[in-house]
């Protein structure tokens, strides 16, 4: 598969560049007869390895007969071959996340608690003759199942345009009447048995065998978590223990850094390794903190109702005879217990989150990521491409006394420009790090004579190059140890010595200081000759001098130490999970600021128990040498550990952690396994937006929560009103379609909740559910509401005289009853003073006054005789801001008690 941009993302493991391209593919005869005695000699080994993986039977084999046993040739396959075998084994696509039908994405929505005992209760209202309680709860539902159901739409709409910025062919060899022909197919389309033609910044399209290669280098990292990239071969291998180490084999996920190839295709789709990896996050997902959070307080109100409303039933039935109104009434209750504007609220705010997220360049694909996002306290990061910038830089170039030598960099500089191989990222720094005139001098005093390409049984390469005064300079970079094999001599400055066995120690000790400091490091040698007309050899890198060391950094992002220093202040730990070496990690978590002393290695987790590791993931920031396996153990251990978690990757060696974190979160350069895999997509390569991801997934808990919080404890209150006044009143205290038409006008009100602003202190850190805390605020809260009820009972009762008069005592409690819930919002919504400290958005003040003057018109409306309403006296209105007054206030005490007590709630 030819990427669609440039995909040069990964540095070679050395100095020395890939050697001259030569032909553009080695032909398959040149290795018919290659090493088939090695095949013999392994024997028993090679059986084994070919038992442990199907792919490794075509590793331990020579080429020509992986090709005959997957039924192929030097041309290719033909068209028959090719259609028989499309046939057989399926398009070649990999898993992904499974799509439901509509009907079923229909099901999942409606089975919600809420949504379910709302349709039927609704049933059940129509067939009891009342049509219109039961129309608002249809409708209802039906907002919040198409609010949900659309916002999700349109965020997998934009990811799959993400994934769709990849292009899909590959370059095969088939045979048509014509003979053999190269030509660019569909990957879909690729079989096992097929060739294909790798260069330069392809993708690999599927699990090949290599038949033939020429310097070809492979970044695996998407699947190992290895920042360098590895040479590959065609040459049998029965040394290998896992698909991955086999020299080789080339995978689906892959892309090639350099030179060229010709592979099989082993396997295709579901059968490749990256397929089976795929296949294994296709499934459906664990049910998040947020899913399960919904769920509880859903179960909660459900357990509640399921014993009040049986009791208003009876009580109702008994005292007053009406069995048919008391079970109508009992339904109403129900209704009014029920938070059901609560699917449609959460939709609206996580669609909010959404929008508002969209605008900072983020994805949103699952709207519960945007809660799970504010309520993580630990943050799991791969390091690689996540935290660095995946880029290559020259930080020191130093002499063998470890001070800055600007000679060092003009010979890595002559080295790296004269080379005529692929320049890999390392070349680029040094080129790079030489300033514009420096360089066009040495361009015009040194002129390249010849060069000695690289290669990776020497691990260096060499340029020739005529100096000003007509002398040769043989110039050689790479790996430390190999360099320093050649060398006899060390330069200190102008002056040369012999290279003694304690200066060769010393400088090996400085190579391993720059080591320990998260660098790559080549050293740097020379040695001049005259002039003489000769070819130059590897035979001439000796008696070299050593000049230096150049050492290199994949950096860290810009703004990580920000970002993460950000999220610890917000109550999110970060801790880094990767599959890179602990040397390098160290280094990097050192500059952003995050503890590397205490690292534990992927053996090392291997080694411990489920309890162990949980205790050892509670107090480890840094985990290295990590498979995708171990990086799920951590995952589930810190999750065992009562912690909501998020992982950030960009790998397919991510996507299992993706999915079993809490909140998976991937960037726009990953892997398409790791796009599927996420929650949340990155468009930004900025790690600043993931504490505004934060921030904004807690305003949306926190609105989400006003609304419970609001809800539930008015609801809770007016049960133990209507139970009072089912003993005590001969009559309803009010009727079943006032009761629903009080609580859509509520739930009117509270619509704009999503507006709002969160105060600071509540975004300061995580918010779990937290049941125990809202039955707590409930029981407090909302009985309080049932003192002023009652207060109303009495003074229709007594002051208005309306034991006669039914339709006015109900009237004149839900007038009371609407006005006081909706106004109390103002005082729950916030831990401060209201409207002084801290005053709701625009829009839910606007709401509020709407939806009170309805309340207080409805008696006198047109619409008053179908509800059963009757105007109120104007001395009712003399009496009602009182009691306004005190309930707001007593509640307001009552919740700065819990604050005191308890802390924020």
Known sequence: MRAAFAVVASLLP?????????????????????????????????????????????????????????DSGSDGLDAAQIEE??????????????????????????????????IVLAVVSWFGDDKIGAVIMFAMVAIAVI??????????????????????????????????ARIEVSIESLVPGD????????????????????????????????????????AIDVEANTPLEARNLCFMGSNVISGSALGVVAATGGGTYFGALAGALSGE??????????????????????????????LNGFLKGEWLDAFMFAVAVAVGLTPEMLPMIVSVNLAKGAMAMAKKQVIVKRLPAIQNFGAIDVLCTDKTGTLTQDRVILERHVGVDGVEDEEVLRLAWLNSHYQTGLKNLLDVAVLDALPAATATQLKADYRVVDEVPFDFARRRMSVVVRAPDGAHVLISK??????????????????????TPETLEAARSLARELNADGFRVIAVATRRASAANRAWSVADEAGMTLVGFMAFLDPPKDDAREAIAALRAHGVDVKILTGDNDIVTRHVCRQVGIDHEHVLLGPEIDALGDEELRAAARTTPVFARLNPQQKVRVIEALKRDGRAVGFLGDGINDGPALRAADVGI?????VDIAKESADII??????????????????VFGNILKYIRMTASSNFGNVFSVVGASVLLPFLPMQPVQILVNNLLYDLSQAPVATDEVDAEFLARPRPWDMAAIARFVLCVGPLSSIFDYATFALMWFVFKAAAQPALFQTGWFVESLLSQTLVVHVIRTNRIPFLQSRASTPLILTTILICVIGAALPYSPLAALFGFVPLPHAYWLFLPPILLAYLSLTQAAKGWLVRRFGLT
């Open 14 to 70: 050395f100095a020395g560049a890939v050697s001259r391209w030569g032909p553009p593919m080695l032909k398959l005869t040149a290795f018919s007869a290659w090493l088939p005695g090695l095949a013999r000699d392994a024997g028993r080994r090679a059986e084994r390895t070919r038992a442990a993986h199907p792919l490794l039977a075509y590793a331990g084999i020579v080429a020509g007969e992986a090709l005959a046993r997957l």
């Open 85 to 118: 075998r499309l046939t057989r084994y399926g398009a070649n696509v990999v898993a992904g996340e499974k799509r439901r039908s509509h009907a079923a994405e229909l099901l999942r929505r409606l089975s919600n608690p809420l949504n379910v005992l709302l």
């Open 147 to 180: 609010l949900s159901w659309v916002q999700e739409s349109r965020s997998d709409r934009a990811a799959e345009a993400l994934r769709r910025m990849v292009s899909n062919t590959a370059t095969v060899r088939r045979r048509d009447e014509h003979g053999a």
């Open 195 to 234: 060739l294909v033609q790798l260069s330069a910044g392809d993708m690999v399209p599927a699990d090949l065998r290599l038949i033939a290669a020429k310097d070809l280098f492979i970044n695996q990292s998407a699947l190992t978590g290895e920042s360098l990239p590895v040479e590959k071969f065609a």
């Open 285 to 314: 997902r664990a049910p998040t903190s947020f899913d399960l959070g919904v769920r509880r307080f859903a179960l909660l109100m459900l357990r509640f109702i399921a014993v009040m409303v049986p009791l208003v039933f009876l």
């Open 478 to 499: 790479g790996a430390v140890a190999e360099t320093l094999a050649i060398c006899s001599e060390i330069a200190r400055g102008a002056a040369v010595e012999t290279l």
């Open 666 to 670: 991937s960037v726009d350069t990953a």
């Open 682 to 699: 990155l468009l930004e390569k900025s790690l600043a937006v993931l504490e505004e991801g934060v921030l904004e997934g807690r305003k």
